[in-house]
């Protein structure tokens, strides 16, 4: 079974770089996307952006000019930076991963990392 | 970008009772390709329906989603009190993939 681990520095100062780290435990990188996902009390959840197996990337165009999601299959880990971050990056971040066998479709979340931004 | 409008906000049922929660999407969404998650208090999403109407792993017969084109039901029969939780919905035919603002199911 899929276990997610996520990481990451929790308090950040505007115009810094927010860097998120989640490792897989229990299955290698194939067949699966892996994503991050943010939730905050006023906009929700929203994604950002996912990965998969082949490296291909999809992101938010809302977040895109200043995100970048890559994955270290060696060490099976998944890594998420967003640049020049401002108060309204302040959410809970989650990793998850989505893997689709034929029909069937199951996800795996982190336990998510609160971010703050603060000066 | 698909803007997913969920309703009622708030649902205050009694154990015992049936729930319908509503997703109207802005435009139609691509292949039924809508899920249905469930948050409880300080946990992550949990994804309970997928492809607009299948069961995702260890979810209870009771969950059962419904819809095409731009409307979507998840509905939840038979409650019990474990099921207070908030229920998103989600789109992720293309990207960016966006949620509904959530409804938030009380168990009486």
């Known amino acids: 079974q899929v276990q997610l681990q996520q990481w990451g520095a929790g308090l950040l100062k505007p115009s810094e770089t927010l860097s998120l780290t989640c490792i897989v435990y229990?299955?290698?990188?194939?067949?699966?996307?892996w994503n991050w996902i943010r939730q905050t009390p006023g906009k929700g959840l929203e994604w950002i952006g996912e990965?998969?197996?082949?490296?291909?990337?999809k992101y938010n165009p809302s977040l895109e000019r200043r995100v970048t999601i890559s994955a270290d299959t060696s060490r099976n880990q998944f890594s998420l930076k967003l640049k020049s971050v401002t108060a309204a990056d302040t959410a809970l971040y989650y990793c998850a991963s989505f893997h689709r066998n034929g029909n069937d479709l199951a996800d795996c979340w982190g336990q998510g990392s609160l971010v703050t931004v603060s000066s | 970008e698909i803007v997913l409008a969920q309703s009622p906000g708030t649902l205050s049922l009694s154990p015992g009772e049936g729930a319908t929660l509503s997703c109207r999407a802005s435009q139609s969404v691509s292949s039924r390709l809508l899920a249905w998650y469930q948050q409880k208090p300080g946990r992550a999403p949990r994804l309970l329906i997928y492809d607009t109407s299948s069961r995702a792993s260890g979810i209870p017969d009771r969950f059962s989603g419904s819809g095409s084109g731009t409307d979507f039901t998840l509905t939840i029969s038979r409650l019990e009190p474990e099921d207070s939780a908030v229920y998103y919905c989600q789109h992720y035919g293309w990207s960016p993939y966006t949620y509904g603002q959530g409804t938030k199911l009380e168990i009486k």
């Open positions: 990965i998969n197996d082949s490296g291909n990337t």
């Open positions: 229990n299955k290698s990188f194939s067949g699966y996307n």
